[in-house]
């Protein structure tokens, strides 16, 4: 799980990458939603690092 959620932070971290481009599909339900969870921190980590300020639940 945590390789999972490294693994999306990493993407998200990045301007290109989108939640989509998930590579762990729905059978594996509680790895896909770490995965996700990493991607959104790593949105978060990019917003900050771009001076967007903190992003709320709608954005």
């Known amino acids: 799980m945590n390789d999972a959620f490294a ?6 971290a990045l301007r290109k990458g989108t939640a ?3 590579p762990i599909d729905h059978s594996e339900i509680m790895l896909r939603l770490s995965w996700m969870d990493g991607f959104s921190k790593g949105r978060c ?11 709320s639940i709608w954005q």
Do not use: T
């Open 20 to 22: 989509i481009d998930c």
């Open 45 to 55: 980590i990019l917003a900050k690092a771009a001076d967007w300020g903190e992003l």
């Open 7 to 12: 693994a999306g932070q990493s993407l998200g």
